[in-house]
């Protein structure tokens, strides 16, 4: 899609995108070659359910502009179930529990917020819709937190993966990064998925947390791409909020 889009009438008429996982690539580019902000959330169909979660309220909240700070949930659903009509509600059986890579018991990020699917970032690396470096060096003095979402990427994939952002400067100007809950975590050398990132990030000196309510494992924050954040961590739990500036 992104070689067909006519990017002058989405910077002339903008609105809010939203979506996550495949569209991460379309997202991410329009908010790095645009400087518009876009959504990382619910997909579509999970507003068919019935007896909105809290997700899904705040959710609404922030595309009417209701900036309101998003609290970590109780619960998330670890074990999904089959949809069958699309309006069942979560199965929420799981504690939510924040992790933190330097086990620091509190922090604060601040910084302009960036990132998506891995799966798909590492796609855009080097092609002609990176524009990330344009828009990290605009924006340094905010410096950048970094949020992914893990879908399927091996442990192996994962340490492969952040090499390649790595290497490619996306990490300059970086203030923190926020991984959600991964919806496979897979090794073929045992290699657990904090083992992988201690491998990739160990030696940055910034707050990198991983677990975080966001991406494929419901219920899902609505996070802002391009948005200045305040993030909040504290014993396993946090909060974060965005500002359009």
Not at 89 to 101: A, I
Not at 134 to 143: A, K, L, S, T, V
Not at 185 to 192: Q, V, W
Request: hydrophobic share 40%; with cysteine; proline share 3%.
């Amino acid at each position: 899609m992104l070689s067909c889009l006519d990017y002058s009438i989405i910077q002339n008429h903008p609105k809010w995108i939203q979506g996550y996982s495949d569209p991460t690539a379309l997202l991410l580019t329009i908010t790095t070659k645009l400087d518009i902000a876009t959504v990382y959330g619910n997909n579509f169909c999970s507003f068919g359910m019935n007896h909105w979660h809290e997700s899904l309220v705040n959710n609404h909240k922030i595309l009417m502009c209701d900036l309101i700070q998003q609290n970590s949930f109780c619960l998330y659903e670890k074990n999904s179930i089959p949809y069958e009509t699309g309006l069942e509600p979560y199965d929420l059986d799981t504690p939510v529990e924040w992790k933190c890579l330097n086990q620091d018991s509190e922090m604060v990020i601040k910084g302009r917020m960036l990132g998506g699917c891995l799966d798909l970032l590492v796609s855009l690396v080097g092609t002609q819709f990176d524009y990330v470096s344009e828009f990290i060096e605009r924006y340094r003095e905010d410096g950048i937190v970094w949020f992914f979402d893990n879908a399927e990427l091996t442990s192996e994939q994962l340490i492969r993966a952040l090499w390649q952002l790595k290497m490619a400067g996306w990490f300059s100007y970086t203030n923190g990064i926020i991984f959600g809950r991964s919806m496979v975590e897979s090794s073929y050398h045992d290699i657990s998925f904090e083992k992988a990132l201690k491998k990739s990030l160990s030696d940055f000196k910034v707050p990198v947390l991983w677990d975080f309510d966001f991406g494929h494992v419901g219920p899902r924050m609505t996070i802002i791409n391009g948005a200045l954040t305040i993030v909040h961590y504290k014993d396993s739990k946090g909060s974060i909020q965005f500002m359009l500036q």
